[in-house]
């Protein structure tokens, strides 16, 4: 593989921060560094890294390290790598990238790169690649008592087992992005159980949390997550119910409010608009699909039954009838269904 794709396929690995990555290859690696009597020490005791004098950066006379990798790593992670967040962001896209190429050799090879890298800070990487590898190991070790645990259970005691590895302030850091969005999960499943509340009220609710769980934050992670914080609460079975209970005025109203509220700005609330319309049109044709459909099917059987059925598809749908027809033979009927409001 070229320099330039071993960058594009570790790029493409950057924004990923998984809960869980199984470490069956750990166990493999190890087994593999005691036959050839490796230990783990002569990971650690590499000598710095230096430049060689064709450029490439070595731990070892015999082993360059790929200077274009460790110049990608340094711009990535280089501004904030004493944080643990952005250690373990860069031991995981390390992972990921040499357990790839060399499955058996993934962690000498790592140890390398961050020496070359990172020779500054390569004792306090090693230290949490170690409590990494272990946290993935209890994870793999404990999952069928996990997934057994009520889900407040099971969250504290990962937490607590987080606390025990990294400490409570570098677990918090690290895992900071997934306790905030279990706390807008916990806000949306306590507004969807809210009685006696309008959606205005609902979403009022829901843009204030939103406000407290990501502070100073907030107008950044609603810039990149503007779509999914939106799909979210129109996905709750209350506002849908709010929804399908307004007239067409109401509802259209409705919607615009609830985007707007997500910062969208004029020109995507009029393409919104534009959407909603020719949604709300190929579902009252659907409708009416539907209930000929109905009506043929106790009319006719067999063979007769599916030249009526081809023939009413196309009256209705034209060049995308064989794609209903298709979508009936596998049990499905698009809108046969419940509307979704806002998204179908």
Do not use: C
Not at 23 to 28: E, S
Not at 79 to 91: G, H, S
Not at 177 to 204: F, P, Y
Not at 245 to 269: H, N, Q, T, V, W
């Amino acid at each position: 593989m070229t320099t330039q794709n071993k960058l594009l396929a570790l790029g493409a690995l950057l924004f990923v921060f998984p809960l869980y990555l199984g470490l069956r290859q750990d166990k493999i690696e190890e087994r593999a560094a005691a036959a050839s009597g490796a230990p783990e020490a002569a990971a650690r005791a590499e000598p710095s890294a230096k430049p060689a004098a064709s450029g490439a950066i070595v731990t070892s006379p015999a082993e360059p390290v790929d200077p274009e990798l460790i110049a990608h790593l340094r711009s990535r992670y280089g501004a904030n790598i004493r944080d643990p967040y952005v250690q373990i962001r860069l031991i995981e896209a390390l992972m990921r990238h040499f357990q790839s190429h060399d499955f058996l050799r993934w962690r000498r090879e790592l140890l390398r790169a961050v020496r070359a890298g990172f020779p500054e800070r390569y004792d306090e990487i090693v230290s949490n690649l170690d409590r990494r590898v272990e946290y993935g190991r209890w994870m793999e070790e404990n999952q069928a008592s996990l997934n057994a645990m009520e889900p407040e259970t099971r969250r504290a005691a990962i937490r607590e087992e987080r606390e025990r590895l990294f400490g409570q302030g570098a677990a918090d850091e690290i895992w900071a992005s997934e306790r905030k969005n279990q706390a807008v999960s916990d806000t949306l499943k306590e507004i969807d159980g809210l009685e006696g509340t309008s959606i205005d009220e609902k979403l009022s609710t829901y843009t204030e949390r939103l406000e407290e769980i990501y502070e100073e934050s907030y107008e950044s992670h609603l810039e990149r997550h503007r779509h999914d914080a939106m799909n979210r609460f129109l996905s709750l079975d209350s506002v849908q119910a709010d929804l399908t209970g307004m007239s067409a005025e109401e509802r259209s109203a409705a919607l615009r409010d609830i985007r707007k509220a997500m910062g969208l700005d004029e020109a995507a609330l009029e393409r919104w608009d534009a959407l909603d319309q020719a949604r709300d049109s190929r579902w009252e044709k659907g409708k009416e699909y539907m209930a000929e459909r109905a009506a043929l099917s106790g009319l006719y059987s067999g063979r007769e039954l599916e030249e009526k059925l081809t023939e009413l598809r196309q009256g209705y749908f034209g060049t995308g009838a064989d794609v209903i027809a298709a979508e009936e033979a596998s049990g499905l009927y698009r809108f046969g269904g419940p509307r979704k409001w806002g998204q179908n």
